[in-house]
């Protein structure tokens, strides 16, 4: 996912309202940007400290930048625009980076199905039967061990029950954690923030869901999931 122009560069002083961010510029000035991540961002991102923003041109916009990239307390670099994790996913696996996912002839995005009245992020499709594959972001850290979710989800659950429902019906099912973080090495649920999100992956993964998680690397002309991290059940 190459940006042109390239992001904006600034420090970034304060997120509020979930939804809005204040940064400053190389020139002293102080704008506002939208911050595209409903969760937390517990661990990602710190005052003072260097940011990466998109900008959108429609000066009719309220808010016509995005925060993208943020610097965490360690220094590592966290992708925080939720909304770019599906494309990434797509695109990884057009491009073939995503070996695990090859081979189908069709890739169709926000599909709806099972009994709870779901959409999956990516259906793949071939002649001898369909990949549904879920796509979470990762930017949640505790040293190199990545964590999701980084708030209580009770949406991330359903879409675990819904994954299990597939499996058990001989379906192939994919959760895939695209990590949006430089620092982190590991994947895992974090049943310490949702104890019944890490419960419902335990009976995912035992009734035949697969978990790929990639990591992405973070520039501020490009971000792309580059190599393959363990997920630790």
């Not at 307390?73 to 491009?95: K, M």
Request: charged share 25%; net charge negative.
């Amino acid at each position: 996912m190459k940006f042109d122009p390239a992001l904006g560069e600034g420090l970034l002083l304060r997120r509020y309202k979930r939804f809005l961010a204040d940064i400053q510029l190389s020139s002293g000035e102080i704008i506002t940007i939208h911050c595209p991540n409903t969760g937390s961002m517990k661990n990602c991102w710190l005052e003072n400290t260097p940011c990466w923003f998109s900008d959108s041109g429609n000066a009719k916009r309220k808010y016509r930048h995005t925060l993208e990239i943020t610097t965490t307390p360690e220094g590592a670099l966290a992708g925080v625009n939720t909304g770019r994790a599906n494309a990434l996913v797509e695109e990884a696996i057009h491009s073939g980076v995503i070996r695990e996912l090859q081979g189908y002839d069709s890739l169709r995005r926000e599909v709806k199905y099972g009994e709870e009245n779901s959409r999956i992020d990516l259906l793949l499709s071939r002649g001898d039967g369909d990949c549904y594959v879920e796509v979470k972001n990762v930017t949640l850290a505790e040293g190199a061990r990545g964590m999701f979710p980084d708030a209580v989800s009770v949406r991330g659950a359903k879409h675990l029950r819904e994954l299990q429902k597939l499996a058990e019906a001989g379906v192939r099912a994919v959760l895939f954690y695209c990590v949006q973080h430089s620092g982190i090495e590991t994947v895992e649920a974090a049943g310490e923030i949702d104890p019944a999100y890490a419960a419902a992956l335990v009976q995912a993964v035992e009734a035949g869901v697969e978990v790929i998680a990639y990591r992405a690397a973070l520039a501020a002309g490009e971000i792309r999931l580059a190599e393959r991290l363990p997920f630790i059940a």
